[in-house]
């Protein structure tokens, strides 16, 4: 028979996305409708180690789903990769009584989750929170969205500095190991190529793709580059070499950075935000735990955390093809 929740813990962990804020409100506004009690750690698993956490009541997430970032902070924690660290975080929780755990963060959040759950027996319940959109078990991520219009809206505004001056611009984007954000803003903003870690399209497929554009016609182009991209060592190097192999292009390059990361959340982010997290205080009051909540095809949905670390969320190599044909 599952232990009853009377009190809840909520972190962020990892890097922050918008939508957290949100998450967080869901998370405590859900548990003072259930008369249960929340409690916010802050700086993640870090937060849980030096016993620094917050009462959250209704009240006190007012007027915060709005904000970009996270009211608890989010940080990297050596000490939780210990024995020793996972230990001190349980006996934190045990001296804060609280019951169970929900977890707003990525890949990383929840291996680190689930190995703490095995080794405490505390419940715990994940909410993917990344701008990366590479969790799997979701169709989107919370932050995703916000980052991806960040990102358009920061092209178009590009575009118009690369068609003024008949210039070519290769864009980086956030995505170390994923190409979500440089894929779908690339196809949004209508780039002339995209570059992602998952298909390596080669220098000179990429040389050919430009020169094509500058004999039909095109005086400036967008190539947008996910950080984790292989065909070059970074986009400078990338640039470089387009720019010796095709003097005729004048060549920039524009790393958006942490930007994507900032920002008020879009409103899909906000209501995903909100769905998943009343959902994940719902799972643990049932007695349900080391589950992962998701958005499947417009309906929360929850997973084995097992699940979620095991597989990839892959990407849509339609959107690739559709890219090529509108390029021309």
Do not use: W
């Not at 190995?115 to 994940?126: D, K, L, T, W, Y």
């Not at 070519?168 to 190529?193: K, P, Q, T, W």
């Not at 500058?214 to 990338?238: H, M, P, Q």
């Not at 879009?266 to 959902?279: I, Q």
């Amino acid at each position: 028979m599952a232990k009853r929740i009377y009190r809840i813990g909520v972190m962020t962990s990892g890097g922050d996305s918008p939508g957290m804020n949100a998450a967080i409100r869901a998370v405590a506004r859900t548990c003072a409708y259930y008369n249960t009690q929340c409690v916010g750690f802050y700086r993640g698993f870090q937060g849980m180690i030096e016993g620094d956490y917050i009462e959250l009541d209704a009240r006190s997430v007012r007027n915060i789903i709005s904000r970009g970032g996270t009211i608890l902070k989010s940080a990297r924690s050596k000490d939780f990769f210990t024995v020793e660290g996972r230990k001190k975080a349980a006996d934190n929780l045990k001296r804060a009584k609280v019951d169970a755990m929900i977890l707003i963060g990525g890949d990383g959040t929840f291996r680190g989750g689930k190995i703490f759950s095995q080794e405490h027996h505390i419940p715990i319940i994940g909410v993917p929170g990344t701008i990366d959109n590479d969790i799997s078990g979701t169709n989107a991520t919370i932050g995703y969205d916000t980052a991806l219009n960040t990102v358009v809206e920061a092209i178009d505004k590009i575009r118009d500095t690369a068609s003024s001056h008949n210039r070519l611009f290769f864009v980086e984007v956030m995505g170390r190991d994923a190409g979500f954000i440089a894929l779908n803003s690339g196809v949004g903003a209508g780039a002339e190529e995209i570059l992602i870690p998952e298909e390596d399209l080669g220098l000179e497929r990429l040389l050919d793709s430009l020169e094509r554009s500058r004999r039909s016609g095109k005086t400036s182009s967008i190539v947008v580059v996910s950080e984790g991209d292989k065909i070059g060592k970074n986009v400078f190097e990338l640039a470089e070499y387009v720019i010796n192999n095709l003097p005729d292009y004048d060549a920039r390059v524009t790393v958006l950075g942490h930007i994507q990361r900032g920002g008020s959340p879009s409103c899909f982010d906000r209501v995903l935000a909100s769905r998943l997290c009343v959902k994940a205080v719902e799972l643990l009051l049932d007695g349900q735990q080391n589950l992962m909540v998701g958005f499947i095809n417009n309906k929360v949905q929850a997973c084995s955390l097992e699940e979620a670390l095991q597989s990839k969320h892959n990407i849509n190599k339609e959107l690739l093809r559709i890219s090529d044909i509108l390029s021309t």
